[in-house]
């Protein structure tokens, strides 16, 4: 009798091709992360506190412990890239939420560019974020 053997197989690779699937829904995409600024304007000035939170856009949660690896701040949106300032990482933060120091020596627009890592998940969050500088 090869029916129910056939059946059992078939079963089987059904069951297999559901679970894989599932696998993948389960895997959440790099592409769902976002960093968003607490605060879109600063203070021109020494020594200013910023914060950013990474979020999974799929849950709204904040995500924490992301390996944030890269990070530059400039006047590129105000046609000064080769003016940069400097981004102390500072601890202490609320999980899911990375906060920096940084010097805004001029008013204006600054884009704070950032490249991390989230545990468990393959590929960087990439973004790009404008923070206003005011007198
Ligand atoms: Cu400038």
Redesign the pocket.
């Known amino acids: 009798m090869k029916t129910p053997a056939f059946s059992r197989a078939f079963r089987a690779a059904l069951s297999g091709a559901a679970l894989s699937c599932v696998a993948s829904v389960a895997l959440a995409d790099i592409r769902n992360y976002e960093f968003e600024l607490l605060e879109p304007t600063v203070k021109a000035g020494a020594d200013r506190t910023i914060a950013v939170k990474l979020v999974d856009k799929t849950t709204g949660k904040p995500v924490p412990d992301a390996v944030i690896f890269a990070t530059r701040l400039d006047?590129t949106p105000?046609a000064?890239q080769e003016?940069v300032t400097k981004l102390t990482p500072l601890g202490g933060s609320e999980p899911g939420t990375y906060r920096f120091q940084a010097t805004f020596?001029?008013e204006?627009r600054w884009q704070l560019s950032l490249a991390a890592k989230v545990q468990g998940e393959t590929g960087t969050v990439e973004n790009k974020l404008v923070i206003q500088a005011d007198k």
């Open positions: 006047m105000d000064m003016m020596g001029m204006g």
